[in-house]
C-alpha cells in the first residue's frame, strides 16, 4: 500500500484519547451477497429490492461486494488499512431461516470464520444483530408490527451469543430502530414498506422491547460490552415562528428522543406521547416493558450524517412524511455542498450532537458507529480513486468529534461509514460510501485517497498515543 500524508492542516494538534477504537462498518444484506447459500431464508428486504418500483433501477443485494465469498480478502484490507475494528451485522435469516425454530448451523459457521479471520489479523470485531434484514417468515405474522417478534429477537440473540460469545467482546442489539419503524412503516421507503402510522408507532415501541429483551439474553451469556445503535439528526427550525419551533419539536422527538429516552432513561418523552396519541398512533406499552427496555448499557452506539432545517408547509407530492403526524413539517434542502444522497455537510452539528449526549445521558460512554459520505467516485487511468470530498468529510468529522471529546463528551470510538461501496438500500448501487472502491462489474477493490487518509490517521495515532 503506497504512503498517504494526512492533508497538512487537517486534525491540528488534535490527538484522541489512549485506546481509541478506528475501525470501519458495514451491513449484512448491504455487502454479503449470497443470497440463497448454505440455506439462508428470505428477508424483508430480498422481498422488498425484489418487488418492482422499490429501489432504484430495481437493484437487490443478490450479489452485492460478495462479500459472503470474499470475506478473507476483505479482512485482509482492513488490516492493510490499520483498522483497530471492524463492526458488522449478523444476517438474521442466515441463522433462523424462519425467524424462529430451527438453527441453520452453516449460517453460524459463516460468522465464526469471519470472526476467526479478523481476531487472527488484530481485527476486533463489534457484532450488530439486526441491521434491517427480518426474515421474512417473522414478516408474514406482522413483523415488528407484532409484539411477538420481540421475544423472538431475543431467542435469535440467544443463538447467536452461544456460538460466538467465545470470541467476540462487543455487541450491539439494534441498528437504527428509527429507520426499521418510521422509512419501514410510514414514509415506506424501506422495507417493509409500509405507510401506517399505527403499524409505524407499533414497530417502534416493539423494536426498543426486542432491543431490551435481547440485551438481557446478552447479559445471561457474560456479555460485557453491550451498546444499542441509534441514528441522530439535529433539528433545527427555520425560523422562531411558535409553528416552526414546534415542527421541530415534534420530528427531533420521533427522530431522537423517541429512542435515547426509553433505552437509556426507562421513559418514552411525555411531548412525543401526545403527539403519537393526538395522531390516533398510540405506542403500544404494557406493563413492566418500559424497564426492560431500559437495560443496562455500556456504550450507546451514534450513527451521524447530517443535521436537517425544518418548517410548516406544504410537502413536495411524492415526498411521504417519515413521521408520525408529520404531514404538515417540511425539509428544507440543504445548503450546497450536498453529497449524492442529497445530504448536507455539517460537521459542527456533530459536536453539538455528541455534547447535547454528553449532558443527556451522563455517564453513558459514547462509540460514533456510523459516519460518513456518498459521491460519485471513479476509478481514473492510473487505477487511483481520488475522492476529495470524501477525504475532507472524513477530516472535518473527525476535527469535530475531537473537538467534543476535548469538551468533554466521552467518546470511546469511531467507525467510519463505509468499509466498502455497498448496495445502499432504496438508493441500490448508485450511492457510493465505501473508504474502498468495489466494481460491481469484477468486484475488484480499490483503496480510494480517504482509505489512504483513514489508515494515515491511524498511523498518526497509533504512533503518538
Ligand atoms: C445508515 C444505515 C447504513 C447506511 C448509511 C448510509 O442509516 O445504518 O446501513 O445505509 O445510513
Keep these: 500500500m503506497t504512503t498517504f500524508d494526512v492533508r497538512a492542516d487537517a486534525l491540528d494538534g488534535r490527538t484522541f484519547p489512549p485506546g481509541f477504537v478506528f475501525?470501519?462498518?458495514?451491513?449484512?444484506?448491504?455487502?454479503?451477497?449470497?443470497?440463497?447459500?448454505?440455506?439462508?431464508?428470505?428477508?424483508?428486504?430480498?422481498?422488498?429490492?425484489?418487488?418492482?418500483?422499490?429501489?432504484?433501477?430495481?437493484?437487490?443485494?443478490?450479489?452485492?461486494?460478495?462479500?459472503?465469498?470474499?470475506?478473507?480478502?476483505?479482512?485482509?484490507?482492513?488490516?492493510?488499512?490499520?483498522?483497530?475494528?471492524?463492526?458488522?451485522?449478523?444476517?438474521?435469516?442466515?441463522?433462523?431461516?424462519?425467524?424462529?425454530?430451527?438453527v441453520e448451523q452453516r449460517g453460524l459457521d459463516f460468522y465464526r470464520r469471519l470472526v476467526d479471520e479478523l481476531l487472527g489479523r488484530g481485527v476486533e470485531p463489534w457484532l450488530t444483530l439486526y441491521h434491517w434484514d427480518l426474515?421474512?417468515?417473522?414478516?408474514?405474522?406482522?413483523?415488528?408490527?407484532?409484539?411477538?417478534?420481540?421475544?423472538?429477537?431475543?431467542?435469535?440473540?440467544?443463538v447467536v451469543v452461544a456460538a460466538l460469545g467465545d470470541r467476540v467482546r462487543h455487541w450491539s442489539t439494534l441498528n437504527e430502530p428509527m429507520c426499521s419503524a418510521l422509512l419501514g412503516h410510514r414514509s415506506g421507503q424501506h422495507a417493509p414498506g409500509q405507510q401506517d402510522p399505527v403499524a409505524a408507532a407499533r414497530a417502534v415501541h416493539h423494536l426498543l422491547l426486542g432491543h431490551g429483551l435481547a440485551a438481557g439474553a446478552l447479559r445471561d451469556a457474560g456479555v460485557e460490552s453491550l451498546g444499542i445503535t441509534l441514528n441522530f439528526t439535529p433539528m433545527t427550525p427555520a425560523s422562531d415562528s411558535v409553528a416552526d419551533v414546534d415542527a421541530a419539536r415534534r420530528l427531533d422527538g420521533q427522530q431522537n428522543r423517541m429512542f435515547l429516552e426509553p433505552a437509556v432513561h426507562g421513559r418514552y418523552p411525555a411531548d412525543v406521547v401526545a403527539d403519537l396519541t393526538a395522531a390516533?398512533?398510540?405506542?403500544?406499552?404494557?406493563?413492566?416493558?418500559?424497564?426492560?427496555?431500559?437495560?443496562?448499557?455500556?456504550?450507546?452506539?451514534v450513527n451521524y450524517y447530517f443535521e436537517q432545517t425544518v418548517r410548516v408547509g406544504t410537502r413536495p407530492p411524492g415526498r411521504p412524511t417519515s413521521f408520525i403526524g408529520g404531514e404538515d413539517v417540511?425539509?428544507?434542502?440543504?445548503?450546497?455542498?450536498?453529497?449524492?444522497?442529497?445530504?448536507?455537510?455539517?460537521?459542527?452539528?456533530?459536536?453539538?450532537?455528541?455534547?447535547?449526549?454528553?449532558?443527556?445521558?451522563?455517564?453513558?460512554?459514547?462509540?460514533?458507529?456510523?459516519?460518513?459520505?456518498?459521491w460519485a467516485d471513479e476509478v481514473d487511468a492510473e487505477g487511483a480513486v481520488h475522492d476529495p470530498e470524501r477525504v475532507d468529510y472524513l477530516l472535518r468529522h473527525l476535527d469535530a468529534m475531537a473537538e467534543a471529546i476535548e469538551r468533554g463528551a466521552d467518546v470511546r470510538g469511531y467507525f467510519a461509514w463505509s468499509l466498502l461501496d455497498n448496495y445502499e438500500w432504496a438508493r441500490g448501487y448508485a450511492q457510493r460510501f465505501g473508504l474502498v472502491h468495489v466494481d460491481y462489474a469484477t468486484q475488484r477493490r480499490t483503496v480510494k485517497d480517504s482509505g489512504h487518509t483513514y489508515a494515515a490517521v491511524l498511523r498518526r495515532h497509533r504512533e503518538t498515543s
Design 23 to 102: 475501525g470501519a462498518a458495514t451491513a449484512a444484506y448491504q455487502i454479503e451477497g449470497s443470497v440463497d447459500a448454505d440455506g439462508r431464508g428470505p428477508s424483508i428486504w430480498d422481498t422488498f429490492s425484489h418487488t418492482p418500483g422499490r429501489t432504484f433501477g430495481g437493484h437487490t443485494g443478490d450479489v452485492a461486494a460478495d462479500h459472503y465469498r470474499r470475506f478473507p480478502e476483505d479482512v485482509a484490507l482492513m488490516a492493510d488499512l490499520g483498522l483497530s475494528a471492524y463492526r458488522f451485522s449478523v444476517a438474521w435469516p442466515r441463522v433462523l431461516p424462519q425467524g424462529a425454530g430451527r
Design 135 to 158: 426474515p421474512q417468515a417473522l414478516q408474514e405474522s406482522g413483523g415488528w408490527t407484532d409484539r411477538d417478534t420481540a421475544a423472538r429477537f431475543a431467542d435469535y440473540a440467544g
Design 280 to 301: 390516533g398512533a398510540p405506542l403500544p406499552v404494557q406493563d413492566g416493558d418500559l424497564d426492560v427496555i431500559a437495560a443496562p448499557l455500556d456504550w450507546l452506539g
Design 330 to 374: 417540511v425539509e428544507l434542502d440543504p445548503e450546497p455542498p450536498t453529497t449524492t444522497m442529497g445530504w448536507g455537510v455539517s460537521p459542527e452539528a456533530f459536536t453539538d450532537l455528541l455534547l447535547w449526549l454528553r449532558d443527556r445521558a451522563p455517564g453513558l460512554p459514547l462509540v460514533v458507529t456510523e459516519n460518513g459520505s456518498a
